[in-house]
């Protein structure tokens, strides 16, 4: 479980999380990983000017005061994901995953390549053209159609490139499997893969020094850092020929449901569909994605995070149906069955999110075992007691997930 914390109520023994969520949404948000340990660094994290932090309460080692506790049973708790009333993925497959993994690799590798060389040629100030876009988006909509397992597991466990460019692709794909859920239509999935794809490149017209900084940014640099989802929009305008319903996701996808967000402190019935979307998925891939100063947080945890801020920084409707369509135990999720053998979920099935297809490769001493598939669902078999972090043990999800 996970606790939003004042600054001044912070004590030795609590444990902080580095969500990785301060540089974009709220350079405020103390971010260094790790166990409090003594006043003097208590002092250091206000003098540097830092309102909140967020501890996960099942390694903070203390007792909480009273002011805490109290917090602790307001909106600001990050329940368990177990606990809601969220429920796993909707929707048939055409095709197997087997099948549609080719196909989702080389959509991927297109679109890749795609936003590639227009960041560049927007960097160098070169005519940028945005005609193939669409196209780019629609392969990611097939793929999605047939199979969303596909393509949700190539860009959350493979590595592409570098994470300039990988987070808009992954933004993109995870705005088209969510809109799959909703029952958009095929020109809506294209013009939400589209926004995503295209929602930080105004991010090209922030000075490098502030984008790459590896400490707090000052209150002016954090003003500039705010620009940029508006230098984006702009930048796109003048192109032309892209929808309104593209340009908004760009412009307000750090707008969130309480109208603590920015550039307009817009709220909720203020928002279109498209800023919900592209907002939602931008933060689950900036929690769940490595970075050069934090690991990713395993799926289960993030969506955990999340659903604490429903109603705050998320619709909680479009969040339960997030969850709901991801799953509680998303594709890739590393987990250990009340038997002790450990494995990766390798699908998702509706109406059972608690049970997931899983595939099976270490016994309870992480020793490998015949791999072996089981289907959850049927309430014969095992179930899982606990989402596990691969890091933790030095395997890569998408040797196990993908292997044959």
Same mark, same amino acid.
């Given at each position: ?25 709220d350079?405020?948000l ?45 909106s ?10 969220a ?16 196909k ?5 590798g ?5 936003v590639?060389?227009f960041?560049?040629? !927007?960097?160098? #100030? %070169?005519?940028?053209?945005? *005609? ?6 629609? =392969? /990611?909509?097939d ?18 490139d570098?994470y300039?460019?990988?987070h ?7 705005? !088209?499997?969510? #809109? %799959?859920?909703?029952g958009? *239509? ?6 939400? =893969? /589209?926004?995503g794809?295209?929602?930080?490149i105004?991010?090209?017209?922030v ?35 892209l929808?309104?319903?593209?340009l ?9 449901h ?11 019935n ?13 933060v ?10 934090k ?17 705050e ?11 709901k369509?991801l ?15 450990r ?15 899983v ?6 001493a ?6 072996e ?32």
């Open positions: 479980m996970y606790l939003k914390v004042p600054v001044h109520d912070l004590e030795i023994g609590m444990y902080v999380v580095n969500t990785g969520l301060s540089r974009d949404d350079p405020n103390y971010s260094v990983e790790g166990l409090i340990t003594s006043e003097a660094e208590i002092r250091a994290i206000k003098a540097d000017g830092y309102q909140e932090v967020i501890i996960d309460m099942g390694r903070t080692i203390v007792r909480l005061h009273a002011s805490v506790r109290q917090s602790e049973d307001s600001h708790t990050f329940p368990t994901i177990e606990t809601s009333a429920c796993g993925m909707s929707g048939q497959n055409q095709t197997s995953l087997s099948d549609e993994l080719p989702a690799e080389k959509a991927l297109e679109m890749l390549f795609f590639r060389e960041t560049r040629d !927007v960097r160098l #100030g %070169k005519q940028i053209d945005v *005609s193939a876009s669409g196209a780019i988006a629609e =392969g /990611v909509v793929s999605v159609s047939r199979n969303s397992q596909a393509m949700l597991g190539l860009c959350k466990l493979k590595s592409f570098e300039t460019y990988t808009s692709i992954n933004v993109s794909v995870l705005a !088209v499997v969510y #809109g %799959k859920c909703l958009l *239509s095929r020109e809506q999935l294209r013009e939400l =893969g /589209v926004s794809m295209f929602h930080d105004g991010k090209t017209a000075p490098e020094q502030i984008l790459n900084k590896p400490g707090k940014l000052t209150a002016d640099e954090f003003e500039i850092m705010k620009t940029h989802p508006a230098k984006g929009r702009a930048m796109l305008f003048r192109i032309g020929d929808s309104r319903d593209i908004d996701g760009v412009l307000h996808h750090h707008e969130r309480n109208g603590k967000g920015y550039p307009n402190s817009l709220t909720a203020q928002l279109g569909l498209f800023p919900k979307i592209i907002g939602m998925v931008d689950y891939d900036a929690l769940t994605s490595r970075r050069c100063y690991q990713g947080m395993i799926p289960n945890k993030a969506l955990s995070l999340m659903f604490g801020l429903r109603g920084d998320f619709e909680a409707g479009h969040l339960d149906r997030f969850i369509c799953g509680i135990y998303p594709l890739g999720s590393f987990v250990r069955l009340d038997n002790g053998l494995g990766f979920v390798v699908e998702t099935v509706d109406n059972s999110p608690l049970r997931p297809k595939k099976l490769f270490f016994d309870n992480m020793r490998k075992i015949t791999p598939e089981l289907d959850l669902s049927d309430y014969t078999t095992p179930a899982i007691i606990e989402c596990l972090d691969p890091a933790m043990f030095d395997i890569n999800p998408a040797d196990y997930v993908f292997a044959t």
